[in-house]
């Protein structure tokens, strides 16, 4: 079972445009992580969301937490190719009875950005 | 801060050997690890939790036995593929995980092993 559905999975845009990435999942996470991987290297955490209805901005990059904490949105305005990677979102779980939880993956979104 | 290391970059080994890959915090400490792989053009899959001091935790479906896992101090977790097969080729990727006032715990990844079989 897929507990992080990811969306679009793939996406290739000219630079300038505007795109929106989304993370649905029918479970409440403590947090979420945005990263971005580029090929042949591990993850970049780009930012974590914790609270219900948060919004951060990193620069052109906008993310959103949905209000019940299932679900959140990456918005990349006017894209430039060096936008392009995988982006995925991981939501953190917590185990039952424990201080120590685990990561949970969407299959992420490949985007690629053409000048 | 939040660096994470991982040693080696890339390996070749042959078909029945052993390889072990390294992961260091450079600049925190990490109680707790987390072994991952990938394969191309897929997102990561967990393999297991590596806690410093105790047995590590695998997912299900991953071997135990062939997938070592030692996590000896709260900077260094090691993972060793023993008597390796084709099949393992993977890019196996470690991550670190800090504890944050705001957040509990965030992790951060190492750039990931390349590990090829022959």
């Known amino acids: 079972t897929q507990l992080l559905e990811q969306s679009p999975q793939f996406l290739s845009i000219q630079e300038g445009e505007n795109l929106t990435v989304y993370c649905n999942s029918s479970s409440v996470f403590s947090s979420l992580q945005w990263y971005r991987q580029e090929p042949g290297e591990g993850p970049v955490l780009l930012v974590t969301v914790v609270t219900g209805g948060e919004v951060k901005k990193l620069k052109r990059l906008t993310f959103q937490f949905g209000d019940a904490r299932k679900d959140s949105s990456l918005h990349i305005t006017a894209a430039q190719p060096g936008d392009t990677g995988l982006y995925l979102c991981a939501g953190y779980r917590m185990n039952y009875g424990g201080s120590q939880g685990n990561l949970i993956f969407g299959k992420g979104t490949k985007l690629s950005v053409k000048p | 801060g939040a660096v994470v290391s991982q040693h080696p970059s890339w390996v070749i080994c042959k078909s029945g050997t052993s390889v072990k890959i390294e992961c260091r915090s450079l600049?925190?400490?990490?109680?707790?690890m987390f072994w991952y792989r990938q394969f191309p053009k897929q997102s990561l899959m967990l393999m297991a939790t590596s806690n410093e001091g105790s047995k590590a935790t695998y997912e299900q479906g991953v071997e135990k036995d062939k997938f070592l896992i030692n996590h000896a101090s709260l900077t260094l977790s090691t993972l060793t593929v023993t008597s390796a097969h084709p099949e393992d080729s993977s890019f196996y990727i470690c991550?670190?995980?800090?504890?944050?006032?705001?957040?509990?715990?965030?992790?951060?990844f190492g750039p990931g092993t390349r590990l090829t079989v022959t």
């Open positions: 991550s670190a995980q800090r504890w944050t006032n705001r957040v509990d715990y965030e992790q951060y």
């Open positions: 600049d925190f400490q990490a109680t707790t």
